[in-house]
């Protein structure tokens, strides 16, 4: 059964930063990333990272958010840096698994404001 936990999500001012992460479990995962949804908006590649270490990010991201990965413990992290209020979404985990199937984790709730 694959189990995933995420963590990191908050309240920050813009200009900010914040780190989200995401610990799966129960399976052998190939591509770990986050993706977001805003209030009305469609869910949107936040950035992903394979095993191997390659990286992709959505355009909001470049430049200001930076994905890694510890293979150990099978842990995703986005640090987010320079956060603007139209960052505040739902972030979600997302997960591939080496059958090709996917998981989405329960999502952590990223607000920017002053």
């Known amino acids: 059964q694959v189990h995933l936990v995420e963590s990191g999500g908050g309240l920050v001012q813009p200009g900010g930063s914040l780190r989200l992460s995401c610990a799966a479990s129960?399976?052998?995962?190939?591509?770990l990333g986050w993706y977001r949804q805003a209030p009305g908006g469609q869910r949107e590649l936040v950035a992903s990272?394979?095993?191997?270490?390659?990286?992709n990010y959505g355009d909001s991201a470049k430049g200001r958010f930076t994905i890694s990965r510890d293979n150990a413990k099978n842990t995703v992290y986005l640090q987010m840096n320079s956060l603007k209020p139209e960052d505040t979404a739902v972030y979600y985990c997302?997960?591939?698994?080496?059958?090709?199937?996917?998981?989405w984790g329960q999502g952590t709730q990223v607000t920017v404001s002053s």
């Open positions: 129960g399976s052998i995962f190939t591509q």
């Open positions: 997302h997960v591939w698994l080496f059958d090709a199937t996917f998981w």
């Open positions: 990272i394979t095993s191997g270490g390659t990286t």
